[in-house]
């Protein structure tokens, strides 16, 4: 058993039978109070946001997880085939467990799947992605110095603002955890 002081962003506990992910981590101790840890966790299985209070020193039931690097290959309705580079073994994840990582999710690229025994967890992909601009509307010449953003369509299917001199076709790397525009990428 671990206790509250080994909370950390990133790591798995079960609470209230549900296994979860935690968030962020705060520990507080407020003027003539007893200490606290203020927890923000995801729930894996429906992905709903969750907030509880630990008593300093409470102990917590920590859950191992283990990544292993996997290859998007494609998606067949509501699943996601992924594939083991050293094995070659390909296996489904249903769409509920990929959750919003689909948004950015080209064919080839490289993953880390989270695994409790021989269940997927979560899909984790690369801080920043390279993806090209399906279409947006045409920029104007001059248009670099104000911070006006523009909707624009990404191969992936998901729409994100980017500003005013990205143009259709254009590469862009977007950052994956917020899925904001980062920067313009030459070929």
């Given at each position: 058993m671990a206790t509250t002081s080994d909370l950390r962003p990133g790591i798995f506990i079960r609470f209230n039978g549900e296994l979860c992910q935690v968030l962020e981590s705060e520990h507080r101790t407020p003027g003539n109070l007893r200490a606290f840890y203020q927890v923000k966790m995801r729930i894996v299985r429906s992905g709903k946001l969750l907030e509880n209070r630990f008593r300093s020193g409470e102990e917590i039931d920590l859950v191992r997880v283990e990544r292993r690097p996997y290859q998007f290959l494609y998606r067949d309705g509501e699943v996601y085939v992924f594939m083991e580079q050293e094995t070659y073994e390909q296996i489904p994840v249903d769409g509920s467990v990929v959750g919003d990582a689909a948004r950015f999710l080209k064919e080839g690229q490289d993953v880390e799947l989270m695994f409790e025994g021989d269940t997927v967890l979560?899909?984790?992909?690369?801080?920043?992605?390279?993806?090209?601009?399906?279409?947006?509307?045409?920029?104007?010449?001059?248009?670099?110095?104000?911070?006006?953003?523009?909707?624009?369509?990404?191969?992936?299917?998901?729409?994100i603002d980017v500003p005013l001199f990205v143009n259709t076709g254009d590469l862009i790397r977007v950052d994956t955890r917020t899925g904001e525009y980062v920067e313009r990428v030459k070929e």
């Open positions: 979560s899909v984790e992909l690369p801080p920043h992605v390279v993806v090209r601009v399906e279409y947006t509307e045409p920029g104007f010449k001059g248009d670099t110095t104000s911070n006006v953003l523009k909707p624009a369509r990404l191969e992936t299917g998901a729409t």
